[in-house]
């Protein structure tokens, strides 16, 4: 891609963003509680997306370089707004999950997507201070890993384990980027691995959300766990090729909850059909591969670890939301990036997007240079 992975990073983007708005627009006003003015949601996440561009734009005008100077006052930030979600009075629990604080003007906020960003970050600054470090025990696997580890526990213990799942992923490959050894990082694989089954089978609800997935043609699970995906199933199903058209999709109508925002894309393929889903995974196909391409032509290694970690970001959630509203992952509660309906996640996620224009903008690309001509000569005929 080179030059020109900014562009197609940026018009992929906006594509999922313009599809985002209009999917609300035709899902928002079957929403619970949107009675008196069922484009509310739409409204809000106009808003929304303005302050995001503005974000991105401030994020992609500044010189990335400067995060490295100041990695540690934002990691403590972010820990502490994760924090603050275990605080009565200050959090905001929805359907026994604490997630959200309260804040002035503000409103509900999502301390865990700062946190996402905050965390590559640091890990990015790290690995490039300590770059002759990568591979010892304490600066290359046990202090990164505490950077990392401590943000990913207080996520996962307020009870958002696809976040945490998340964003764990991505500081994984960031740390097998910058050099930690195969070794330890296996270990640790293995350890998250049956620390997640140990989660997952002393939790009566997770084990349920686990066992509906395996059991998914089960008419009762049809009716009970494993409702949501089941209705998800049957959007994209009776979708086709080219969908009901907009606005005509069925499941919407109070079948298929939270159709606006974890569950948005198989509306999508009711309504837009397979062309449309498909169309959403190219895009950020074409995000991923963008970004990585921006961070390939950094211009210096914590360029190169962050642009790594930030399509990480973006994509992993994106590909954990496909996973789960086709049946192939369970039930994790993740918003599909850029479509679904949430302020947070939206600022944020294009502020993202922004860090990666920036790192383009500084990156480097070699000039392609004329091949050497040696004793040319020139014949001329004469007629």
């Known amino acids: 891609m080179g030059r020109r992975a900014a562009i197609i990073l940026c018009i992929s983007v906006a594509v999922l963003v313009a599809l985002g708005l209009i999917m609300l627009a035709s899902t928002s006003a ?24 503005l974000a991105a734009l401030v994020a992609g005008c500044i010189d990335y370089r400067i995060l490295r100077r100041i990695w540690m006052p934002l990691l403590i930030a972010g820990c502490v707004l ?11 629990v929805v359907k026994g999950e604490a997630r959200w604080i309260w ?54 213990f ?6 945490a799942v998340a964003l764990g992923g991505a500081g994984f490959l960031v740390m097998f980027t910058a050099g930690t050894r195969v070794s330890l990082l296996s270990l640790v694989a293995v350890v998250g691995i049956l620390g997640l089954y140990k989660a997952v089978e002393s939790d009566p609800y997770r084990r349920m959300k686990f066992e509906a997935l395996l059991n998914l043609d089960d008419p009762e699970v049809q009716r009970k766990a494993g409702y949501q995906q089941y209705r998800a199933k049957l959007a994209l199903a009776s979708g086709g090729l080219l969908g009901a058209g907009l606005g005509n999709g069925a499941e919407k109508h109070g079948y298929l909850p939270e159709a606006h925002t974890d569950f948005i894309f198989p509306v999508a393929g009711e309504e837009l059909g ?4 498909l169309g959403i995974v190219f895009c950020f196909v074409l995000i991923s591969t963008s970004g990585i391409s921006i961070a390939l032509h950094a211009s210096d290694r914590f360029g190169k670890l962050l642009g790594l970690g930030l ?28 479509v679904s309906y949430g302020g947070t996640n939206l600022i ?36």
């Not at 970050?121 to 046990?142: K, N, T």
């Not at 307020?158 to 976040?163: A, L, N, S």
Request: with cysteine; net charge positive.
């Open 30 to 53: 079957w929403a619970y509680g949107m009675d008196e003015d069922p484009y509310l949601l739409v409204k809000r996440q106009g808003i929304f997306t303005g302050v995001g561009l």
């Open 82 to 92: 994760l924090t603050l979600c275990y605080v009565p009075g200050v959090q905001v």
């Open 103 to 156: 804040a002035p003007v503000i409103g509900r906020f999502q301390p865990s997507e700062v946190a996402k960003l905050v965390v590559i970050i640091a890990l990015a600054a790290w690995f490039a201070q300590h770059q002759a470090e990568a591979r010892s025990f304490l600066r290359g696997f046990v202090l990164p890993g505490l950077l990392l580890g401590i943000p990913v526990a207080l996520i996962f």
């Open 158 to 163: 307020e009870k958002d384990m696809g976040t």
């Open 274 to 277: 397979l062309l449309c889903t």
């Open 311 to 338: 399509t990480v970001v973006i994509t992993l959630p994106a590909l954990m939301n496909i996973g789960v509203v086709t049946s192939v992952l369970p039930n994790t509660g993740l918003p599909l990036p850029f």
């Open 348 to 383: 944020f996620t294009l502020a993202a997007v922004g860090l990666l224009v920036s790192l383009h903008r500084r990156a480097y690309y070699a000039e392609c240079a004329e091949m050497p001509v040696i004793k040319e000569r020139q014949l001329a005929l004469k007629i």
